[in-house]
């Protein structure tokens, strides 16, 4: 990839033999990968044997491991130079309130000489309901669901590790991922099946990032973050939830979803849609413009429904 067109630019000769693992290496992490030039050494954990001939098809290392079995993390210490966390915490508990992964993956990281940089893949769901307002890296956390309040706790271990490290660790605050090119990606499926939502008087704000510019914010935080930081990962988009499938259902010229009110909402939609349904807010995204220097590809999901780039 020319360096003019690498969201790195050009880099130093002493960054070429550097070693990026990506914890977590599923839409999201291949878009890192495949954007890291090639002179870099990209590592990726898997805990899928099936999955190996993929990876190597895409320059990676592979690297079998599972972060539910701390012993065969063993070979990470040491391994990179730069580390890329974006394994969600476990799910499987809904009373689990801690993500022993991440501590798993931190305890291996120690063992050996320490990464130069590290940055973790959190979620916008850590503020919680915000009532609509605009919302930045300083808000109030107030996580309302387990998955939540597990990421606020995985974003506690990680920043805990660079301070007593002094690894430079940076966190992202990811909201709604979409890409044309992403499984489920795009609200067609959901459209198709008339799935209803919010009358506006009852709707939410969501905020939203396309994944290719996550890959890129990934990739500026792992070489231009500042250290021990939160990061809003977001476009500019400002739109309530219901009209952000007005929007797409227009781009894709099928029929408007049905308006509910929240009491029919609750009664007709299942458990997980109806926690996205809970929580207003509007990302501020200034601080990842202005310390990351991320310029958006897609700045607004219209640009990124239609495949626009800026």
Same mark, same amino acid.
């Given at each position: 990839?020319?360096?003019?067109?690498?969201?790195?630019g050009?880099?130093?000769a002493?960054?070429?033999?550097?070693?990026?693992?990506?914890?977590?290496?599923g839409?999201?992490?291949?878009?890192?990968?495949?954007?890291?030039?090639?002179?870099?050494?990209?590592?990726?954990?898997?805990?899928?044997?099936?999955?190996?001939? #993929?990876?190597r @098809?895409?320059?990676i +290392? *592979?690297?079998?491991?599972? &972060?539910?079995?701390?012993?065969? /993390? $063993?070979?990470?210490?040491?391994?990179?130079?730069?580390?890329?966390?974006?394994?969600?915490?476990?799910?499987?508990d809904?009373?689990?309130?801690?993500?022993?992964?991440?501590?798993?993956?931190?305890?291996?990281?120690?063992?050996?000489?320490?990464?130069?940089?590290?940055?973790?893949?959190?979620?916008?769901?850590?503020?919680?309901?915000?009532?609509?307002?605009?919302?930045?890296?300083?808000?109030?956390?107030?996580?309302?669901?387990?998955?939540?309040?597990?990421?606020?706790?995985a974003?506690?271990?990680?920043?805990?590790?660079?301070?007593?490290?002094?690894?430079?660790?940076?966190?992202?605050?990811?909201?709604?991922?979409? #890409?044309?090119? @992403?499984?489920?990606? +795009? *609200?067609?499926a959901?459209? &198709?099946?008339?799935?209803?939502? /919010? $009358?506006r008087?009852?709707?939410?704000?969501?905020?939203?990032?396309?994944?290719?510019?996550?890959?890129?914010?990934?990739?500026?935080?792992?070489?231009?973050?500042?250290?021990?930081?939160?990061?809003?990962?977001?476009?500019?988009?400002?739109?309530?939830?219901?009209?952000?499938?007005?929007?797409?259902?227009?781009?894709?010229?099928?029929?408007?979803?049905?308006?509910v009110?929240?009491s029919?909402?609750?009664?007709?939609?299942?458990?997980?849609?109806?926690?996205?349904m809970?929580?207003?807010r509007?990302?501020?995204?200034?601080?990842?413009?202005?310390?990351?220097?991320l310029?958006?590809?897609?700045?607004?999901?219209s640009?990124?429904?239609?495949?626009?780039?800026?």
């Open positions: 990839m020319p360096s003019n067109l690498n969201p790195l050009a880099l130093p002493r960054f070429r033999r550097q070693r990026v693992l990506i914890v977590g290496c839409d999201v992490g291949l878009r890192v990968a495949r954007q890291l030039p090639p002179r870099l050494k990209v590592i990726a954990l898997t805990s899928s044997a099936e999955r190996l001939p #993929a990876l @098809r895409d320059r +290392t *592979p690297l079998l491991g599972n &972060l539910d079995d701390a012993a065969t /993390l $063993r070979r990470l210490a040491g391994l990179a130079t730069r580390v890329v966390h974006l394994a969600p915490p476990p799910s499987h809904p009373n689990w309130r801690d993500d022993p992964r991440t501590l798993a993956l931190l305890r291996a990281l120690r063992l050996r000489s320490l990464p130069q940089s590290l940055v973790y893949g959190s979620t916008s769901g850590v503020y919680g309901d915000c009532g609509g307002e605009r919302v930045d890296e300083t808000w109030r956390l107030s996580p309302n669901t387990p998955r939540s309040q597990r990421r606020v706790h974003e506690g271990q990680v920043r805990l590790f660079g301070r007593a490290s002094a690894t430079p660790v940076h966190v992202l605050r990811i909201p709604g991922i979409y #890409a044309t090119d @992403r499984e489920g990606g +795009t *609200p067609r959901r459209l &198709l099946r008339g799935t209803p939502v /919010l $009358r008087e009852d709707d939410v704000y969501t905020s939203h990032i396309h994944a290719d510019d996550l890959a890129r914010a990934c990739l500026a935080a792992l070489w231009r973050g500042k250290p021990q930081r939160i990061s809003n990962v977001c476009d500019d988009t400002q739109l309530l939830m219901g009209d952000y499938f007005d929007l797409a259902a227009d781009l894709y010229h099928l029929p408007r979803p049905p308006r009110g929240r029919t909402a609750n009664e007709q939609l299942p458990l997980m849609l109806l926690s996205f809970s929580e207003s509007r990302l501020d995204n200034q601080r990842m413009k202005k310390e990351l220097g310029a958006l590809r897609y700045p607004t999901v640009d990124g429904l239609c495949g626009l780039r800026s």
